[in-house]
């Protein structure tokens, strides 16, 4: 093995590297709303057919999680994440050549959801546990801002190529920007510390002999025999719940019910976005300092009292109050993903990307759900009142089920990874990772 030395890598440099995987990919989650209407109008085709593609892509992105962090183990993090990249260029290449809807399913649903899935917050995670230490909550939150600054800053950018140019100019932008950061995420991504001499960090699992698949669909079994998981997995689902279940699917139709312009709606959706990138940093910072349960609590009661205020709020116009209930929810919106991921590798060690990947794919199921009950009962009673109403109190429930979740401990892991002895003193950072399961 060479010396660590003569390898010019530190761990902000791969963090560096990842984020940008992870913003490039972020742009795609961003473009496939933008494509509704080109699409319809320029194909043809019904808004239900380009509905598909965008469903198949969610339920991809969801499902590929927890098997990618465990490709990570076996392959590593800079073969999946330029594989990843991969994917997502050839995705929007060939949507560029579209004429059929099935097309879409195919070169949208699958390849971009394969691709973002990989690149989602269980890269994140998986970063974090191989290269950081005492700064894991603060660089987890800075990749899921990474995140979010690539679905939500390149918005407007997207949408006015797609006004001056065409729906293909952009899908072709996005092509050729995962093209241009294919060379510098492999140039900066490496494995962990101890995979290059050092002994900080959590090595890649060494001697894993079985599939990717298998040991994703393992570690699911033994989490799954464990309280935390189902506790984590339901919270998480209440996130997707009360995101992109309800704010990201029908705030602007909601707006609009009201009177409001879809564009002055869709601009502040944009402003939600910016201050996910404060609130998702800061709630990284604070999982370094505090105990990540409350700090959920926190998050999804206050998330909670926001969403039953916002049938009060909307109106025609913008006003003060409804400023306010975009930064307040900002903050809030992207928050949980550190105390989550902190709470995972608490409880399962060096398999935390894996189960974090499964409680991930929790989320999405929440936000589908929701997605598809709040249009029925738009249909039934005419007003989105009662679905504000209903993600307040999912998120009250979800407050309560943080604070139900067992101390972070060694000893909590035992399903999961083989017991450690506790060491003499606590840190204020949290407990190094245990070995992995065999």
């Excluded at 140039?187 to 900080?200: F, H, I, Y």
């Amino acid at each position: 093995m060479r010396p660590y030395r003569k390898i010019p890598r530190s761990p902000w440099t791969v963090a560096a590297g990842a984020a940008l995987a992870i913003v490039t990919a972020g742009a795609f989650s961003t473009l496939a709303g933008l494509l509704v209407g080109p699409l319809h109008e320029d194909l043809g085709w019904s808004r239900a057919s380009v509905g598909l593609g965008s469903l198949v892509n969610m339920v991809v992105y969801g499902g590929s999680a927890p098997f990618a962090a465990a490709l990570m183990d076996r392959l590593g993090m800079r073969r999946v994440a330029v594989g990843a990249l991969c994917l997502v260029g050839a995705g929007a290449g060939l949507a560029t050549t579209m004429t059929a809807p099935w097309q879409f399913v195919m070169y949208w649903g699958v390849l971009v959801g394969l691709g973002t899935g990989a690149t989602a917050t269980t890269f994140a995670a998986t970063v974090t546990e191989r290269w950081f230490v005492a700064r894991r909550g603060l660089v987890t939150g800075l990749l899921t801002a990474a995140s979010v600054v690539g679905q939500f800053v390149f918005l407007p950018a997207l949408s006015w190529v797609i006004d001056t140019y065409s729906w293909r100019a952009a899908a072709a932008a996005l092509a050729l920007a995962a093209a241009g950061a294919l060379p510098v995420v492999w140039a900066a991504v490496r494995e962990s510390r101890k995979d290059l001499g050092r002994t900080e960090g959590t090595a890649r699992p060494a001697g894993r002999t079985e599939g990717a698949a298998r040991h994703a669909l393992r570690t699911l079994g033994r989490a799954a025999r464990t309280g935390p998981f189902w506790l984590l997995a339901g919270t998480f689902a209440v996130c997707g719940a009360s995101t992109n279940g309800v704010m990201w699917t029908h705030f602007a139709p909601a707006a609009h019910d009201h009177g409001m312009p879809v564009t002055v709606a869709a601009s502040l959706l944009s402003l939600i976005g910016i201050f996910n990138v404060a609130g998702t940093v800061a709630s990284g910072w604070l999982t370094d300092r505090a105990d990540p349960r409350r700090l959920l609590a926190v998050y999804y009661a206050l998330r909670g009292l926001t969403l039953l205020a916002l049938p009060l709020l909307l109106t025609s116009a913008v006003d003060a109050p409804l400023v306010a209930f975009t930064v307040v929810f900002g903050l809030l919106d992207v928050a949980t993903v550190p105390p989550t991921i902190a709470l995972c590798r608490a409880h399962y060690g060096a398999n935390a990307p894996v189960v974090f990947g499964w409680v991930s794919a929790a989320h999405q199921v929440g936000a589908g759900a929701v997605a598809f009950a709040g249009g029925m009962a738009r249909d039934t009673f005419g007003s989105y009142d009662p679905v504000w109403v209903g993600a307040g109190a999912l998120c009250a429930g979800a407050a309560l089920l943080a604070l139900t979740v067992r101390r972070s401990t060694q000893a909590g892991s035992e399903a999961v990874t083989p017991p450690v002895p506790a060491t003499p003193r606590r840190s204020r950072a949290l407990p190094a990772s245990p070995p992995p399961c065999r």
